[in-house]
């Protein structure tokens, strides 16, 4: 039996704006979410809604600390677990959000 889903707030139905940034549902699937910690993903939130259509992202260390509320040493724990998660990859000022693998660990080339 099909559960209908309706709205619970139908005057504010999420719609795609300029700009918008996704996350990819294969971290909640492939169990990655549960390997990261709540400042990982915190951090993977603020890369992916400021990253451009490559994942590439230009903030530097101090506005990201500025936007998290963070110490250096905070943001770089949070990075090097999303690193080990392999969501992202960072040569210093580039932050790059990955493409997340598929269950069997593929990654998917156009």
Known sequence: ??????????HRIRRIPPGFGWVDHRIVRNRQVR??????LALYLVLVCVS???????????????ILGWSKTRLET????LESADL???SEPIYQVLEVAG???????D
């Open 1 to 10: 039996m099909m559960i209908e889903k309706l709205p619970v707030n139908s």
């Open 78 to 81: 949070a990075r090097e677990g």
């Open 103 to 109: 269950e069997n660990g593929d990654v998917c080339h």
């Open 88 to 90: 992202i990859a960072f």
């Open 52 to 66: 451009d259509q490559d994942g590439l992202s230009f903030y530097g260390n101090a506005l990201l600390c500025s």
């Open 35 to 40: 390997d990261c910690s709540t400042d990982s």
